[in-house]
């Protein structure tokens, strides 16, 4: 033992000595000798990439600023960096004598809340000296992964230096023992050895742009994210490798008709022989499926992506015309489903193209054998989770290739076909677990359709790759049944859409919901009468978030506040009233301007862009419209959206939803609620009122309200003016309608108002 401490400590001194001769001349030997130790620390547990280092200059004064993510990111940033970095650092430390020596030979600069121009004086000092110097503008570690508000510190930094910032994020700590996943640092278990992380370093800006530092940080932080290895893996395997794991624990509760549990290992199981019948059944890449949520939609997907097949979820609710559009463009040639629910469908939609070859994936389950499923049972409990995939023969590389194809709802025109490739699905997955909105022991209950995208990617792959318990129902129209589910099952939470959640408040009670933590609501604008009824009513908070099917879907979403004797308040504030929340890890945001296309600063209001491992790889057979939406790697979400300087993301409007009219922007949802509000049906559970707009001569444009209630236009539109609605937001067209149009997602079918309004 003793010849092998000393060997390593030979070993050492020789790798010291070497750094030492090829230190950056203005390095230190002591700091030299920090940096080799830390260098040894790095290399044995993590495997660090970096892009972007040629970005810090190698002479000159420039201010670092990164995001902060664990308290390693200094050591793996000391290590990176050739020059010697100067640190800003709690004071608290320089009371700790062995602290005290380290930060001496670092030479950090100390930081006193009390004093801070003291701090920032001596950086900017330093700077002009020539020296390198690393601010973490958050000022403490991120309580949920994403950057927190800056502080203005590096801003007054880099302008008494008159030097320039360099940008940098990294990727791959959050969920380490170092950070505070969880709301703890250190008492954790490493999930990674060695841990894959990631650095990228942007370009040196000047200090008088400033304004855009959040964004930049946003757009690096997502190419970091976008560097994982594991976004180069398969669903399939994920998914199997999730589900072996839980073994024998419940990982779905199918509450279609009589209830049912399933665990890990028998929904595998079944999937498994499933696989084996349908790569016999057809050798068409793609298969079409048309089941509700539940056992059948799971096992049915999961067999698909086991396979190597790509599974095509069919909006049901669409007509006939679009949903044999959607199989033509796909190029199916089977379609799973299953007889109780064909004929149940077939009532209210007598004309549904099934196609000529149908699976019965009820039937294919109930035939089963069940030494077949015994068998394998046994296997997956008996072996290692990471075996299972093998003996199954699930691909182990999926990355950019198809993983599944959704097609949208068609709210404005002919559904168009994403193709959602394993790469993206995955990045989604890992964006929704860093955002902690579903914890490892959350019990969710999901009966969004899953050819929604929402229902796709959290009510059907999340919680078969993590911990946790799915609770599905067939239809998010079955309020009581959701409540009681909820009740019996204990739920933790939610998701819906403002449409689907608003009967609870009248036929549940804070006593049938007292399990629930949250509601995690989208697809929708949130009115703010259903959140205050929640919360007050129901004691339960509701937390919106946004997505698009395009972006697999979750972009962003507001999170719990968390208690922290560290946080301003005592409370580190994760859900505002109003707004989406903040991006989820690996999204970069930017917002341009409708006329010129110029990026604007943060605050204003603009066209959403956004940029993620999660963005879709474009559309099927329409090249066109995919290099329409995708520019530069940007995806144009069509959604007129802010920032404000804390981080959260507030939706203004959807583009297709605004009007041009005498040269303004009219937007039909601002108006819509304004119409609501003076008929006082604000609180009301059926859409009743949709605004639309017709082409006109004069203006450009003029509104047209459609509505299924009787009303009296003339004294509304001078309600309406009473209330200082503007000239031009008052519509002249008013048009009673049978029914107002909504998609099976729950939202207003675009393309039938403006036939309405037209007709």
């Given amino acids: 033992m003793l010849g092998l401490a000393l060997l390593a400590i030979g070993l050492f001194l020789l790798l010291f000595l070497w750094r030492g001769l090829r230190r950056h001349p203005s390095m230190t030997w002591g700091y030299c000798l920090m940096q080799t130790i830390c260098w040894c620390f790095v290399r044995v547990f993590y495997r660090v990439e970096v892009r972007g280092l040629s970005n810090i200059p190698s002479t000159g004064g420039a201010l670092i600023i990164c995001n902060h993510v664990s308290y390693v990111d200094v050591v793996v940033l000391g290590v990176l960096c050739p020059r010697p970095i100067r640190y800003l650092s709690w004071e608290g430390f320089e009371r700790n004598p062995i602290i005290n020596k380290l930060t001496r030979i670092m030479r950090t600069i100390p ?9 920032i004086q001596k950086s900017a000092d330093a700077l002009k000296e020539g020296e390198i110097v690393c601010i973490f503008p958050e000022g403490s570690l991120t309580r949920n992964g994403g950057i927190l508000p800056l502080r203005r510190g590096f801003e007054l930094i880099a302008r008494r230096a008159n030097v320039p910032i360099v940008p940098m994020a990294m990727d791959g700590l959050w969920g380490s023992i170092f950070s505070h996943l969880g709301g703890k640092s250190f008492f954790k278990w490493p999930k990674h050895f060695p841990r894959p992380i990631s650095a990228v370093i942007g370009k040196p800006y000047p200090f008088s742009e400033h304004a855009q530092t959040r964004l930049r940080l946003l757009e690096l932080a997502a ?14 395997r994920e998914v199997t490798v999730g589900l072996a794991a839980k073994g024998g624990q419940v990982a779905l509760v199918d509450r279609t008709g009589a209830r049912r549990e399933f665990s890990g290992a028998m929904l595998l199981a079944l999937a ?7 790569r016999a059944a057809t050798a068409v890449r793609r298969v079409a499926i048309v089941l509700p949520p539940g056992v059948a939609a799971a096992v049915a997907n999961l067999a698909c992506v086991m396979v190597g097949k790509i599974p095509v979820n069919l909006n049901f609710t669409l007509g006939r015309d679009q949903v044999q559009s959607c199989l033509r463009r796909a190029e199916v040639d089977l379609v799973i489903t299953a007889e109780a629910f064909k004929v149940k469908l077939s009532e209210k939609f007598p004309d549904f193209p099934w196609g000529d070859r149908l699976m019965d994936i009820a039937a294919e389950l109930q035939s089963l054998p069940r030494w077949q499923v015994a068998w394998r049972m046994a296997l997956i409990r008996a072996l290692p989770s990471r075996l299972i995939p093998l003996l199954a023969g699930v691909p182990a590389h999926g990355g950019d290739d198809e993983a599944a194809l959704l097609f949208t709802s068609g709210s404005s025109g002919e559904p168009k076909g994403v193709i959602l490739s394993h790469r993206n699905i995955l990045a989604n997955l890992r964006q929704i677990e860093d955002a902690d909105i579903l914890p490892p022991t959350a019990v969710l209950l999901s009966s969004l359709p899953v050819f929604h995208s929402f229902g796709f990617t959290v009510g059907l792959w999340y919680f078969m790759t993590r911990e946790g318990t799915l609770v599905t129902l067939p239809s998010p129209l079955d309020t009581n049944g959701s409540i009681k589910a909820i009740k019996e099952e204990r739920v933790t939470v939610t998701v819906g859409t403002p449409t689907f959640l608003r009967p609870y408040l009248r036929r549940a009670t804070a006593e049938d919901l007292k399990s629930l933590e949250w509601v995690v609501v989208g697809a929708e604008k949130l009115p703010d009468d259903l959140a205050t009824g929640f919360g007050e009513q129901l004691q339960t908070p509701m937390l919106e978030g946004y997505g698009i099917t395009e972006t697999s879907p979750v972009l962003a979403v507001n999170v719990p506040d968390k208690a922290e004797d560290e946080a301003p308040n005592g409370i580190w504030t994760g859900n505002i009233r109003g707004s989406v929340g903040r991006p989820v890890m690996g999204v970069a945001v930017r917002f341009v301007d409708i006329e010129t296309g110029a990026v604007l600063p943060v605050g204003q209001v603009g066209l959403l862009e956004v940029r993620g491992a999660n963005v879709f790889t474009g559309y099927l057979g329409d090249p066109t419209r995919t290099a329409e939406a995708k520019v530069d790697g940007w995806y144009r979400t069509g959604d007129l959206a802010r920032l404000d300087d804390d981080g959260f993301l507030y939706l203004a409007g959807r583009l297709s939803r605004f009007s041009k009219i005498g040269g303004e922007m ?6 819509e609620q304004a119409l609501l509000k003076a008929l006082n049906l604000q609180a009301s559970a059926e859409a009743v009122i949709a605004v639309s707009a017709v082409s006109d001569p004069a203006k450009g444009e003029q509104l047209v ?17 009473a209330e200082g609605l503007a000239n031009l937001w008052i519509p ?14 729950g939202k207003l079918d675009l393309n039938k108002l403006r036939q309405l309004a037209q007709g």
Avoid: Y
Wanted: glycine share 8%.
């Fill in 111 to 119: 930081v006193n809340e009390t004093k801070a121009k003291d701090a």
């Fill in 223 to 236: 190419e970091a994210f976008a560097l994982r290895p594991s976004l180069q893996g398969h669903l399939g």
């Fill in 272 to 278: 498994w022989v499933i696989s084996r019948r349908l």
């Fill in 666 to 671: 009219v937007p039909h949802g601002t108006v």
């Fill in 705 to 721: 309200v459609l509505h299924t209630i009787d009303l009296d236009p003339d004294a509304l539109r001078a309600t309406l003016a």
């Fill in 732 to 745: 002249k067209v008013f048009k009673k309608v049978p029914g107002i149009p909504i998609l099976g997602t």
